[in-house]
């Protein structure tokens, strides 16, 4: 079975700064995604980032990046420009089977940004 | 596009009441799943519909929940006796392709 392993319960990070959410996986499919989502203290969650196994280059979405390591079965999201507003729960997520189908979720990482 | 939408966004009851959630998924969108999100248990997922059919209910928790997507702009979690453990924040997604996965705001259920 799938699992996505996130070992950092909580991070701080200054404003202004750039900051890495560490998300490693175990998958054993060929073709698999990973997703990040935020949640804020209100709740929701709110879809950032994805990257197909077979992605040439590593996603981009804004201040957001994924730096992906196949070899090491890793995802880590990258912040940079970290603002007031970052500060939420993180989640990694991998699509069951790799066939980006329902996800199972690590266990999130508190970011806190620091002003 | 109003995204997924879910209502209510609250729900407070007492055990042994029905407590019916709904979800209405972003249009053209093909795919459903409802999760459920606790503090002891994160994120998990109940159930995922394709084209309005049940594909996978494994981790519907027991007998006493239920869902249904009777068209493709809808969908129900019945809760029926609720128990004081089903309080956790539910969660609707759909996508339509599998590089993406959108959730709504959630429904925050309180089973006194």
């Known amino acids: 079975a799938q699992k996505i392993t996130q070992t950092q319960p909580g991070m701080f990070v200054q404003e202004k700064e750039a900051v890495t959410l560490d998300c490693t996986y175990d998958?054993?499919?060929?073709?698999?995604?990973l997703f990040w989502y935020k949640q804020p203290s209100s709740g929701e969650m709110i879809f950032l980032i994805y990257?197909?196994?077979?992605?040439?280059q590593n996603a981009t979405e804004g201040r957001y990046s994924l730096n992906f390591q196949k070899a090491r079965k890793s995802a880590n999201l990258v912040i940079s420009a970290s603002q007031l507003g970052d500060s939420a729960m993180y989640f990694c997520?991998?699509?069951?089977?790799?066939?980006?189908?329902?996800?199972?979720f690590g266990s999130g990482t508190q970011l806190t940004v620091l002003p | 596009d109003a995204g997924v939408i879910q209502s209510p966004r609250h729900e407070v009851t007492e055990m042994g009441q029905e407590v019916t959630l709904r979800c209405k998924p972003i249009?053209?969108?093909?795919?459903l799943f409802w999760y459920r999100q606790t503090m002891m248990r994160g994120l998990e997922l109940l159930i995922y519909?394709?084209?309005?059919?049940?594909?996978?209910d494994s981790g519907m928790p027991e007998d006493r929940f239920s869902a249904k997507m009777p068209n493709a702009s809808f969908s129900t979690l019945k809760i029926q006796p609720s128990e004081p453990r089903d309080s956790a924040v539910y969660f609707c997604?759909?996508?339509?392709?599998?590089?993406?996965?959108?959730f709504g705001p959630g429904t925050r259920l309180t089973v006194l």
């Open positions: 998958t054993s499919d060929q073709s698999y995604g």
């Open positions: 990257q197909g196994s077979y992605d040439e």
């Open positions: 249009s053209g969108h093909n795919s």
């Open positions: 519909f394709n084209n309005n059919v049940p594909i996978d």
């Open positions: 997520a991998e699509p069951v089977g790799g066939s980006a189908r329902q996800l199972t």
């Open positions: 997604a759909s996508r339509a392709g599998p590089r993406q996965q959108f």
